[in-house]
């Protein structure tokens, strides 16, 4: 499993640009961003997530891990009211933001599938790979790394 942040690390060719890191507050709102799950042969649409939590950004894919479906309960809103812990809107299971692992609710056992993702110059990236992909790398922003 993917270290879902995996910082300081340089962004690379194929690495999307996800945001600008001021729209990352520590606790507060996250950003979603479109990604493709694949199995074997075949993929699905679904989205990622990225957020912000004691300075560090992480990145998961968004789907609880008791029932297949979406966390935010109003877009981009992943943390409960502490600010300390994602949260699923549909039966409240809680994910530590640094793991993914769920340590309350229905979860209990499971984990968020992590994402990997940097920071970089003010810029947040997600760095796909063989599991989690872009839906069209033709309509993405990708970053070059300067040599
Ligand atoms: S679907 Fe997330 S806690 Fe049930």
Redesign the pocket.
Known sequence: MPDPSFGPLLPREGDVAVCASERLTDGGSGVRFAVQTRSGRATRPSTGFVVRFLGTVYGYLNQ?A??P?E?DWQEGQFFDHSGLYLM?A????VYEPESGRCVG???RGGRLLALQVLECQGMVYWRPDDAFLPPDRALIQTHARKQ
């Open positions: 609880c008791h029932v479906t966390l699923c549909t039966h409240g299971a609710g229905p979860c």
